[in-house]
């Protein structure tokens, strides 16, 4: 700890900057005393205090005297000292961290209340039924938070002290019944805590403070922090604030108040009021609160004082403000603002609405909303004011609301599907073959897997909702059913899955669906109901987004709907075509002879039969992305992923055997099988290693694109394909699929007269290529970094296992905040991107960069594309619109 380090500061002495040093609310009040608005005296210790505390598990040397010469400051300017027995000066002792953490720490009110004081307070407010009422609200709130006791002890006691007299609610004590109260609240502290309720006020004082800066590492504060993905080293800062009382009688109260509606983001007069009671009244729901309006009526001195702050306040933060305040017999105090909390919506008709007003530009405009909220807007959601009853928590792993009946296998999914019913696909996970089911399905859920698993990348594909990993549920495929605690789901049984929250529910919980997704559809246009003018909003919003950007957005898309979807959504081109997706379904089996060719004829043929299918997927997919860059993956699943599993056709084998049933072709597959097995697949024989090991595969998958695109042109379109070369590891692999290529290419050039121009480029997902970039880019027109695969091979993480088995524990310890495969790991990962991006550059300047993991979705890793100076990100099509909107905040 440094000496000269300051660790108190008056609340004149702060401003709304500081937050990270006063926390937010200290900042605020200090921001609020400086603006001349009435703030009771008081002042903040810092953050650092607290950091020092927490590291040494005492408080900074100088803090006690710091805080000496403060609270000396303060008696004189109230007049009056803490706990001083005829006139008692008494302060609350609230936390306050840099970011709001509501509830989640300790506060402390009334501090300086004591046997004597009690007396004083009563006499200097005229009041002995409050004065009590004030000191059993200490001693039960101090018990509680700084002494540890249990605070269903204090509660009991009160009820018990309401069924005594027959009465209900807590103003029908008495200040005798009160009195009472307190002797048994000491009893219970004394009892509980093994120690008296400290009658020094200042010993008071000292534990709360210490009490408050605990808080910060309470379990459910970690808790907190970790959702919401708050740094965990903060600490909070502490505010004595000298006490005003709402509690004092008819002209009194204390209430909130919003500068605008934080659901609709309309201005207008939105709080609430409550007479005669003190702040924690309100939040416990003891009384019923009046609408803040109704306050014009009951004090209107302190009402239009009110208006006219939050009007200053508003001009003043240019935000939406939130508001907590109490009236003395009728003296208007503020005793907290903040920039208030808002629904996703609110944020973007703020944000607009503050544009309009002239209180902010655009650039400022784009930091008020962010893509996590877009995305909220654009999935339909569960009616927030349904009833449910839950079944059970996975991982929210693709967002959005489905409700479906339970169904355990692909066909079924099909089948129902077909006969027009609505069925969630529930699965223990799913592989290439549920394909068809999951696109049947409303939404898909799995008892395992995590955000990279097959579901969750698949669904998040197309867009589907999907909750991943949910392993308290007992997924038995074979008897078609599903078993959670004592409840049991059979085949047929509705069930709903919120994929933004990974919540299950039992039965039919109401859908409402999202406008925001029709407007980028295309179906919705302006309009004047509240839907549409939140459309509005996001549509201006996403202009300024698309001005501003310099990276583009492309589209992770394979097929034509999905490209023409990404069209509507603003891609730019299509930065990831996998072409595996196009070997499955009816094509399996030309691919299984493939696999199975024994001879080169055989090989050829079944190559032969693929060719005109795969020309004929990328003439729709050039069509679709016509004048725009169109990235066509060459395969890259290890082949096995195509042949049947292992036990089933093992299984299959055994039987017929048994009945003496030979089957030559099982027989052919089950060897095949067990000489493409591996032990670790994704290792193995895959990306640009089964381009060189099967021959005439990828130069099968290149004439497909040279000649859809020389079909394209022929038709006067305007294909752009870029073929990418998957898993390289060093240049020499790309150089010989390059020199492959690029005959084909000559080939199809000479016997059509069309001129092509192809662009042959590499992922980056392997350590090796990112560390030899400036090797690679000598084969290379571009790079897109395959994150996924990178992020797998950095961390020597399964991207497939890994979120489902030990990640919970890994963000629990909080090793991280945030799981890597969902947020790039800018220091490892990150940082091997950022040279490749160089070296990459100083080898070949034009090269053209890109990402096209699923990182090119996520709103923070955009940024740092952004920054690391990539040329584009792809990502799924339901995506883009939140690539976009954080390509221009990042550029704003
Ligand atoms: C990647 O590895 O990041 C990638 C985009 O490829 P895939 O997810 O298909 O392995
Ligand atoms: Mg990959």
């Not at 355990?408 to 077909?418: G, H, Q």
Request: include cysteine; proline fraction near 4%.
């Amino acid at each position: 700890e440094n000496k000269d380090q300051k660790f108190v500061y008056d609340f004149t002495e702060g401003n709304k900057e500081l937050k990270d040093l006063l926390g937010g609310k200290g900042a605020n009040l200090a921001e609020m005393t400086n603006l001349g608005l009435p703030v009771p005296p008081g002042f903040t210790i810092t953050t650092e205090a607290c950091k020092v505390y927490l590291e040494s598990g005492a408080e900074p040397l100088a803090l006690r005297d710091e805080v000496s010469a403060h609270l000396d400051a303060l008696e004189k300017t109230m007049g009056k000292k803490l706990g001083q027995a005829d006139s008692p000066l008494l302060v609350s002792v609230r936390s306050g961290a840099k970011f709001s953490m509501p509830g989640m720490m300790d506060t402390v009110l009334n501090i300086g209340l004591s046997d004597k004081s009690v007396e004083g307070l009563a006499q200097q407010a005229g009041d002995e039924r409050f004065a009590w009422d004030s000191y059993r609200r200490l001693i039960q709130m101090f018990g509680k938070t700084v002494l540890g006791v249990d605070g269903e002890l204090f509660e009991e006691a009160l009820e018990e002290a309401k069924t005594a007299k027959k009465v209900t609610v807590d103003t029908d004590l008495d200040a005798a019944d009160l009195k009472k109260l307190v002797k048994q609240f000491k009893k219970i502290v004394k009892a509980e805590a093994g120690r008296d309720f400290p009658q020094d006020p200042r010993e008071q004082m000292d534990l709360a403070i210490c009490s408050v800066f605990e808080s910060w590492n309470t379990d459910r504060a970690k808790l907190y922090r970790r959702q919401e993905r708050i740094p965990g080293d903060l600490g909070t800062a502490v505010n004595i604030c000298s006490m005003v009382f709402g509690n004092l009688g008819p002209d009194s109260g204390t209430g909130v108040a919003f500068t605008r509606d934080p659901a609709s983001g309309h201005q207008g007069v939105y709080g609430d009021y409550l007479q005669n009671a003190q702040g924690e009244d309100v939040v416990a729901g003891i009384r019923n609160t009046v609408p803040l309006a109704d306050l014009e009526s009951i004090d209107k001195k302190s009402y239009d004082q009110l208006m006219q702050i939050m009007e200053t306040l508003e001009n003043h933060y240019k935000d939406l403000c939130d508001i907590e305040f109490t009236i003395e017999r009728g003296q208007l105090w503020m005793l907290q603002t903040r920039v208030g909390k808002r629904t996703a919506g609110a944020a973007f008709r703020i944000a607009t609405q503050l544009v309009d007003q002239g209180l902010i530009d655009e650039a400022e405009a784009l930091q008020r909303v962010n893509g996590a909220q877009l995305a909220q807007l654009m999935f339909p959601r569960f009616d927030e004011k349904a009833k449910t009853e839950l079944l059970g928590r996975g991982i929210a792993a693709s967002p959005g609301a489905a409700v479906g009946k339970a169904v355990f296998d692909s066909y079924t999914a099909v089948k129902w599907s077909r006969s027009g019913e609505k069925v969630i696909l529930i699965r223990r996970e799913t592989n290439p073959d549920d394909l068809d089911g999951m696109i049947a399905a409303e939404g898909i859920l799995t008892s395992r897997g995590g955000k990279t698993s097959h579901a969750a990348v698949v669904a998040r594909g197309m867009g589907k909702t999907c909750v991943c990993g949910a392993e308290e549920l007992e997924v038995d495929t074979k008897r078609r059913r599903l078993t959670v605690g004592g409840t049991v789901i059979e085949e047929g049984d509705v069930v709903s899955i919120d994929g933004s929250t990974g919540k299950v529910y039992l039965g039919e919980v109401p859908v409402v669906p999202s406008p925001v997704v029709e407007y980028f559809e295309g179906r919705m246009h302006a309009g004047a109901d509240d839907a549409d003018e939140l459309v509005q909003a996001v549509h201006r919003i996403m202009a300024y987004a698309d001005r501003v950007r310099r990276l583009r957005v492309r589209a992770n898309a394979d097929n034509a709907e999905d490209a023409l979807r990404a069209r509507r959504f603003g891609a730019q081109g299509i930065g990831l075509c996998r072409t595996e997706h196009m070997f499955l379904g009816e094509r399996r089996e030309m691919v299984e002879k493939l696999i199975l060719a024994d001879t080169d004829d055989e090989r050829e043929e079944a190559l032969k039969a693929l060719l005109p299918q795969q020309k004929q997927d990328f003439v729709e997919l050039f069509e679709a992305m016509d004048g725009l860059p169109v990235t066509v993956r060459l395969l890259d699943p290890p082949l096995h992923e195509f042949l049947p599993d292992i036990t089933e056709l093992s299984v299959r084998v055994a039987l017929a055997e048994a009945r003496k049933d030979h089957n030559e072709n099982d027989l052919r597959l089950l060897q095949a099988v067990h000489r493409l097995h591996e032990q670790n697949p994704m290792l193995g024989l895959r990306g640009v290693r089964l381009g060189l090991v099967i021959p005439g595969l990828f130069t099968m998958q290149v004439r497909a694109i040279a000649e859809a695109a020389a079909q394209r042109i022929e038709a006067k379109g305007d294909p752009r394909a870029e073929i990418m070369i998957p898993l390289v590891g060093t240049v020499q692999e790309l150089e010989i699929v390059r020199e492959e290529a690029e005959q084909v290419i000559a080939e199809v050039q000479q016997r059509t007269g069309v001129e092509l121009k192809l662009a042959l480029g590499t992922m980056i997902e392997l350590p090796r290529a990112a560390l030899t970039a400036g090797q690679i880019a000598e084969a290379a027109e571009f790079f897109s970094f395959g994150t996924n695969d990178l992020t797998q091979t950095v961390w020597g993480f399964s991207r497939d296992d890994v979120e489902a088995s030990f990640f919970t524990a890994y963000l629990e310890k909080g090793i991280f905040g945030v799981s890597p495969f969902e947020t790039i790991d800018k220091d490892g990962v990150g940082s091997l991107v950022r040279s490749a991006v160089e070296a990459g550059r100083a080898t070949r300047p034009d090269l053209k960069l890109g990402v096209c993991g699923e990182h090119g979705g996520d709103p923070e890793s955009v940024h740092f594309f952004h920054e690391v100076g990539l040329d584009y990100v792809s990502c799924s099509p339901f995506r883009i619109p939140v690539a976009r909107l954080e390509a221009g905040r990042a550029a704003a």
